[in-house]
């Protein structure tokens, strides 16, 4: 049974460019989270989203992020221009209905 | 506020002693409690939710809660050297609901051979 998969496992952008982070939950969640860790803090959560809806995103700046989890295929973090203060590992989970969350290996953006 | 505190640590243990790891939390009403492992530089993976009082033990590992002083607890017993990393306690205030988990900053454990 495969885990939470995420791509790409590094990303490097410049400053300005557009960061697309996706994520596959796990076989037979429907439920998706996206966390953003940075060194030396905790996890911090930013969106929860089922299929086809954001269910909660107040965790997430309000201007230059957005996520979305399609009918068909992965959940998406996108990040537009971004800035050095965005370099962070982002981890997307997964869960069914009330259930524990498996987390991906996460993908680390690092903003040049 | 609500709010999970660990010791950020470092605990040091020998290879074979118990590791004590401990989480406390403001929220009175919080409803299931976890523990993530975190290597440096990976995720975090599961290791012991519980929901009820008292001790839950899987393996090496018994996490033990008591909710009316507000900590839950992680003992690990026979400790190796592979259990060396941070230990992430998280906190559901909402039994149904996993996005309002709150998360502890972890604490590091070393366990020298």
């Known amino acids: 049974n495969a885990g939470v998969m995420q791509n790409p496992r590094h990303l490097v952008r410049r400053r300005g460019q557009e960061a697309r982070l996706r994520c596959s939950p796990m076989?037979?969640?429907?439920?998706v989270y996206w966390y953003r860790q940075l060194p030396e803090e905790g996890l911090k959560f930013m969106v929860y989203?089922?299929?086809?809806?954001?269910?909660?995103e107040s965790g997430m700046p309000k201007e230059r992020f957005s996520a979305e989890f399609p009918k068909e295929g992965p959940s998406i973090l996108r990040i537009q221009q971004v800035v050095r203060g965005d370099s962070a590992a982002y981890f997307c989970?997964?869960?069914?209905?009330?259930?524990?969350?498996?987390f991906g290996n996460g993908t680390r953006l690092t903003v040049t | 506020q609500k709010e999970v505190e660990q010791n950020s640590g470092p605990l040091s243990v020998p290879e074979g002693a118990i590791a004590s790891l401990n989480c406390t939390y403001s929220?009175?009403?919080?409803?299931?409690f976890f523990w993530y492992r975190q290597y440096s530089g990976k995720s975090p993976e599961l290791i012991m939710f519980i929901y009820s009082n008292g001790d839950k033990e899987d393996g090496r590992f018994t996490a033990q809660l008591n909710k009316a002083s507000q900590y839950v607890s992680l003992l690990i017993r026979d400790s190796q050297p592979s259990d060396s990393a941070t230990y992430l306690c998280a906190v559901n205030p909402d039994a149904g609901n996993n996005r309002k988990l709150i998360w502890g900053l972890g604490t590091s454990l070393a366990v020298n051979p």
């Open positions: 989203l089922q299929k086809e809806n954001i269910i909660d």
């Open positions: 989970a997964s869960s069914s209905q009330g259930a524990p969350l498996h």
């Open positions: 076989k037979g969640h429907s439920h």
């Open positions: 929220d009175r009403g919080s409803q299931s």
